[in-house]
């Protein structure tokens, strides 16, 4: 085992992407930012003892508190707290673990769905190629937050106010995976379509392999480096989409914290004096949001040879 362990580290030591991170401080510092982020996301409780989510944990009193460097700051609220006396930093780590969540899973969902759509298309061919491109390029015509804000919708109309409520982040996942997956549909559509003519899928066929094999076994490997990079970038528009749909007020529930819900609430008392509860939320929205475009930027020109 510990010889297989060192065996993995040399290769991965070894190769052409772990050279081309080290080289990278863009990419180094945009890893660090997000590794840390992520961390004080899902491991809150251990970066700040309070919760947002505890009413009994909570100061109408503490309400509106500016932060700690300012004259009327308190010391234990180093970024302030917002109108119900809730912490802004746990509020915001709070809120941007279901972002993170959301955007993930969205992300997730549109590959899954517009690789298999785009692998097929590409390697059946005929009319069933046409119809899932020309329904790619129709859905390709419409705004992305536009299709996530129809798919929400129509959900409010089908179920009850209370199921949507309980059921809001599920529905989020689907209206903006279901607006995401065309890019991921052409990328592997188009990648399809150079492995498919290559020799090992024609001597793959020869000998009989069965199509689901040649598809998901043999091409899907090799037409994964594009779709990574779209996917990370995608990663990014999915948490800003998120953010957008609860500032508009139909994303998660007031009551889940959010980046977006946060920048709403706060929106509200912008110009009454407290700026830090809109200001916060937004900064932490966009330095997560930036590291990610530019750890996306780095895998593009380090996985396409032909940027290099």
């Known amino acids: 085992m510990d010889n297989k362990k060192i065996t993995l580290l040399t290769r991965i030591k070894d190769s052409d992407i772990y050279f081309s991170f080290i ?39 503490d309400a509106f508190t500016p932060p700690s460097w300012t004259d009327e700051g308190i010391a ?10 809730r912490d802004m930093l746990a509020t915001i780590l709070y809120g941007s673990r279901i972002s993170l969540i959301v955007g993930f899973s969205a992300v997730i969902f549109a590959l899954v769905l517009g690789v298999g759509l785009g692998l097929s298309a590409g390697y059946f061919g005929g009319k069933y190629e046409m119809f899932v491109m020309r329904f790619t390029d ?13 798919v929400d919708g129509i959900a409010r109309g089908i179920i009850s106010r209370e199921l949507h409520d309980e059921m809001a982040i599920y529905v989020l996942i689907f209206a903006i995976g279901i607006s995401e997956w065309p890019q991921f549909a052409r990328v592997s559509r188009a990648a399809t379509l150079v492995e498919k003519n290559k020799d090992y ?24 480096r594009p779709v990574l990079v779209i996917g990370t970038i995608g990663l990014a528009l999915a948490i800003i989409a998120e953010a957008t749909l609860s500032f508009l007020g139909v994303g998660v529930p007031p009551t889940t914290p959010s980046l977006g819900t946060l920048i ?15 200001f916060f939320p937004a900064i932490f929205l966009v330095i997560l949001a930036f590291s990610i475009n530019l750890l996306g930027d780095w895998m593009r020109d380090t996985l396409n040879p032909k940027l290099n």
Request: a neutral charge; charged letters at 10%; hydrophobic letters at 50%.
């Open 23 to 61: 080289k990278s401080p863009t990419a180094i510092i945009s890893t660090l930012i997000l590794i840390i982020i992520f961390f004080c996301s899902f491991f809150v409780e251990l970066v700040t003892p309070y919760n947002p989510f505890d009413p009994s944990s909570l100061s109408l009193m």
């Open 76 to 85: 234990k609220f180093i970024l302030g707290t917002d109108g119900q006396g």
């Open 138 to 150: 129709v859905q390709l015509t419409v705004p992305s937050i536009l299709m996530a804000l129809l």
């Open 201 to 224: 899928v024609s001597a793959s066929t020869i000998i009989g392999v069965s199509n689901i094999i040649i598809m998901f076994k043999h091409i899907l490997p090799n037409i994964m």
């Open 264 to 278: 709403r609430l706060g929106n509200d008392f912008l110009f009454s004096g407290e700026w830090w509860i809109t």
